[in-house]
């Protein structure tokens, strides 16, 4: 089992940056990507952003591309979403997510953090 902590959510107005991290308690087999996905109110979960632990390969959502940067520390277990420009459409419960595959998400998933853009 892995489980995923992640801090860093809030309240921001529009244009605004916040910056969140996902703690991975260890590192596993079968555990070869993290990322975070999002789901606003009567929405659908959705991928915000991936990336790889060996290579750091990353995958986009395309709302979210060149606002958002999406960062690891292996030595750490840990991984970042920097956050920039922020819309009030972005405003979801971000959930951390760990699994095999960059494009896909996992079995493991966080708590979710709460993030509100004000417009």
């Known amino acids: 089992q892995v489980q995923l902590v992640e801090s860093g959510g809030g309240l921001v107005q529009t244009g605004g940056s916040l910056r969140l991290s996902c703690a991975a308690s260890?590192?596993?087999?079968?555990?070869?990507?993290m990322g975070w996905s999002r789901q606003a109110p009567g929405k659908e979960r959705e991928i915000v952003a991936r990336?790889?632990?060996?290579?750091?390969?990353?995958y986009y959502a395309d709302s979210v591309k060149g606002r958002f940067t999406i960062s690891r520390d292996n030595a750490k277990n840990t991984i970042y979403l920097q956050m920039n420009s922020l819309k009030p459409e972005d405003t979801a419960v971000y959930y951390c997510?760990?699994?095999?595959?960059?494009?896909?998400?996992?079995?493991?998933w966080g708590q979710g953090t709460q993030v509100t853009v004000s417009s």
């Open positions: 260890r590192r596993t087999f079968g555990v070869y990507a």
């Open positions: 990336i790889t632990w060996n290579t750091g390969s990353t």
């Open positions: 997510n760990a699994g095999p595959l960059r494009d896909q998400v996992g079995d493991y």
